[in-house]
């Protein structure tokens, strides 16, 4: 397909090498109508024929100076070690107000070539590099779509003039491109890192096999992975020994860390060390598969692509089925963090496989600590033990989960090593003061941004002290952040709380052997134990089956069971304030597991009315209001909800961005500062708002079982952070709602 046509910007272009990439270039804009005229430079004649004859230019001249004559923008596409000669012939020339551009694979030297041959870099000089290739080469390879979704970097220097700059990045876009634009030294040590050393790695490898005497038998026996390695090592020598040669310094860096690092696998290979061999390759495993979400642009749910997620629920629906959801937040990430600090292997099962959890599990990874999965729910921990944490790379992401970032700032307090927590949009809003201030009083050195929002910077080698504190406000994340400094902390840590507040921590320290005494509203953990692995089976998540329990409810002629999940007397705040609305859901086959209570819940349609929700039941519901929001707004009368400013400062303002939405569908709601009143009736459709936060765009879903049209759901990526298999289940029972725009 011809790059569409456009009215010209330019007079002139100039590209100096008819190779495949200059060749690309000058076809792409050739057919893009951007540049008046095209005009080649190459050595060989014929190249320069074919050029004419494949309308990879409209001419082509044998001479530098009669081509340069009049450009607007000269393009060097000469191997890398010619520049140097290039680049002083040009300067011997008059070239106007022509801007110079490269492609070069390493920058430095070209950059260097360009000052000495200048005698200072001139300002309309552009230095860049297209990340592109292939195979074949030559001009007869030209190929106008090869730049189409590749990465161009360019070097732009202090001195470069913008709109220069400006021209070179607006043909590169033209060209289908991705620009960016960086450093030069920047450029050189990634290049060098991701490009330059895996090549260097593949000619030597295949180069050391190939001198063996044995190298026939290897060569027939050499398996998918030795090809698949290799595959690089049939690249143009000459090319590489070019870049190799300009990009000497930054080769030589990777190549050096690269080195100690395979001498530290072959000494675990000598050792006999399997742990040292499983880590290296997991941590592998999982950055290569991050690696792939990038190449692919899904990695992380960040809030730009978050926008871009519309959930279309269609009004009307009833509910039938048996179905699991997926296993429990709060637990899973209790999970990795005990089980890492434990002594011995820890197995997970149920593990939820959602974006926050998966943040915690990698965040211990870069810790040091070895995790295997997860596959299908399981996760298997290589504790280290509470002493056995490792400085990790770099700060460590968090995405959005402010589970993650509370519980682990306590456990941080007291480590060697210094440690940067962040996270996105959402979370880098979320306070984190409520977990500093105490922190500190034990003794912890805590930097975060302004109003103690994230990034926190947590400072290693500090000798915490135990402490007794009242909590101000009701929080499993600050009782468990405090909980887990404790266990570090000279003598006793007592945490107060003003009401009940999920109890998971402290029922997870038990099942991993470390003493924790709870009498009434106070939890005490005393340092000086350790944490023993042990088995977790991970119970399915009562808030995102609150989203069904709420559907079973409100749809028409509705009957569902939920399995296997946790009924924790300090999360099932949503079963009461169901039942006082006058919903039918009953409790089968309890039981226990792992220390947790497991009830399969069945829930059948009721009339709702609207009531006065207690206020002790707020903290043991308060992930579930969203979903409740929608329950009272066509339940029958008022209900008012007080006691609950927490909701303001969770993965979204939960108060106004749900009254925000239900208004948008019709409803009668009034939020209040620490509540909101809402009279129940019908709900229309239209589009609401997410704001990026998952249980706002489930609770919508939901609300479409009783609209009376449909709902666009703005903003739903971050569903994936605790509900990865949302739609699927949702679809299963009975609720139409789909990502708009897939089937
Ligand atoms: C959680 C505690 C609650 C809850 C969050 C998970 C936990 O937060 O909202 O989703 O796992 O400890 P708060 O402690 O801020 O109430």
Redesign the pocket.
């Known amino acids: 397909m011809a790059a569409q046509q456009r009215p010209p910007i330019i007079e002139r272009l100039v590209v100096i090498g008819l190779g495949l990439i200059g060749g690309s270039f000058a076809k792409g804009l050739r057919e893009s109508g951007l540049c008046r005229e095209v005009v080649g430079v190459d050595l060989d004649p014929e190249s320069r024929r074919l050029a004419v004859e494949l309308g990879v230019v409209d001419r082509c001249e044998a001479d530098l100076a009669a081509a340069c004559q009049g450009a607007s923008v000269i393009q060097l596409a000469v191997p890398i070690l010619a520049m140097e000669k290039l680049l002083r012939e040009l300067a011997k020339l008059d070239l106007g107000d022509a801007v110079l551009t490269d492609v070069g694979s390493a920058k430095g030297n070209v950059v260097r070539a360009a000052r000495l041959a200048f005698d200072g870099l001139p300002a309309r000089f552009v230095p860049g590099h297209p990340i592109a290739g292939s195979e074949q080469s030559g001009v007869e390879a030209s190929n106008s779509e090869l730049f189409r979704r590749h990465k161009v970097i360019l070097t732009p220097l202090e001195r470069t003039d913008a709109a220069a700059l400006q021209l070179v990045d607006t043909l590169w876009r033209a060209l289908g491109a991705d620009v960016e634009h960086m450093a030069v030294e920047h450029h050189d040590e990634v290049l060098a890192a991701t490009s330059h050393l895996p090549h260097l790695l593949a000619f030597g490898l295949v180069d050391s096999l190939a001198k063996r005497s044995e190298n026939l038998e290897i060569f027939r026996y050499a398996a998918g992975g030795f090809r698949d390695f290799t595959r690089i090592a049939g690249s143009d020598p000459v090319m590489w020994h070019d870049i190799f040669l300009a990009n000497r310094e930054a080769v030589l860096r990777t190549l050096d860390t690269f080195r100690s690092d395979l001498d530290a696998l072959r000494d675990a290979v000598d050792a006999g060390d399997g742990h040292q061999l499983l880590g290296v390759f997991t941590r592998a495993r999982v950055a290569r598969e991050h690696f792939s979400k990038i190449l692919a642009r899904r990695a992380y749910v960040d809030a730009m692509h978050s926008n871009n997620v519309i959930f279309l629920a269609n009004p009307g629906g009833r509910l039938s089925g048996r179905i699991r959801v997926p296993g429990d937040?709060?637990i899973s990430?209790?999970s990795i963090m005990l089980g890492s600090l434990a002594e011995g292997t820890t197995e997970v099962e149920g593990f939820l496989e959602g974006e926050d959890a998966l943040a915690t599990l990698q965040a211990f990874r870069d810790m040091g600590v070895v995790i295997e999965g997860p596959h299908h729910g399981r996760v298997t921990i290589h504790g280290v033990g509470l002493h056995g944490l490792k400085a990790p790379p770099g700060p460590i992401y968090l995405g959005n989960s402010?589970?993650s970032m509370?519980?682990l700032s306590g456990l941080l307090a007291a480590q060697s090593f210094d440690v940067t927590l962040t996270g996105d949009a959402s979370l880098s809003k979320r306070p984190m003061n409520?977990v500093a201030k105490p922190l500190r009083e034990m003794g912890a050195l805590i930097d975060t941004a302004a109003e103690g929002r994230p990034p926190m910077t947590i400072h290693g080698g500090r000798r915490l002290g135990g402490m007794t504190y009242e909590m101000p406000?009701?929080?499993?994340?600050?009782?468990?952040c405090l909980l887990l400094a404790g266990l570090y902390a000279a003598g006793s840590t007592t945490v107060i709380e003003p009401a009940p507040?999920?109890d998971?921590?402290e029922r997870m320290l038990r099942g991993f052997g470390y003493p924790v005494s709870v009498q009434g509203n106070r939890a005490t953990v005393e340092s000086g134990h350790k944490l023993i692995a042990t088995h977790i089976e991970v119970p399915a998540d009562i808030?995102s089956a609150a989203f069904f329990l709420v559907a079973g409810s409100i749809a028409e002629d509705s009957e569902l069971v939920l399995e296997h999940v946790g009924v924790n007397p300090t999360r099932t705040g949503v079963i009461d304030i169901l039942r006082l609305m006058g919903a039918d859901i009953t409790l089968e086959n309890p039981r226990e597991v792992g220390g947790e209570p497991v009830a399969d819940l069945r829930v059948r349609s009721a009339k709702l009315k609207g009531i006065d929700i207690p206020e002790d039941l707020v903290?043991l519901a308060?992930?579930e209001f969203p979903v409740l929001f929608v329950a009272a707004s066509v339940a029958e009368g008022r209900t008012v909800l007080r006691g609950a400013e927490?909701l303001r400062?969770?993965e979204s303002d939960r108060i106004q961005v749900m009254a925000d939405g239900l208004l948008a569908l019709g409803a009668k709601v009034e939020p209040t500062p620490d509540g909101i009143i809402i009279d129940g009736g019908t709900l229309g459709g239209g589009d609401v708002h997410s704001h990026g936060d998952h249980r706002i765009a489930m609770s919508f879903s939901v609300a479409s079982l009783r609209a009376t049209a449909p709902i666009r759901i703005h903003d739903c990526a971050n569903v994936a952070t605790s509900f990865p298999n949302f739609l699927g289940l949702a679809a299963q029972v009975g609720i139409r709602v789909t990502e708009e725009g897939k089937s």
């Open positions: 937040k709060s990430h209790r402010g589970t509370r519980l409520r406000m009701a929080s499993a994340q600050v009782k468990s507040t999920r998971h921590t808030s903290p308060i992930d927490e400062v969770k």
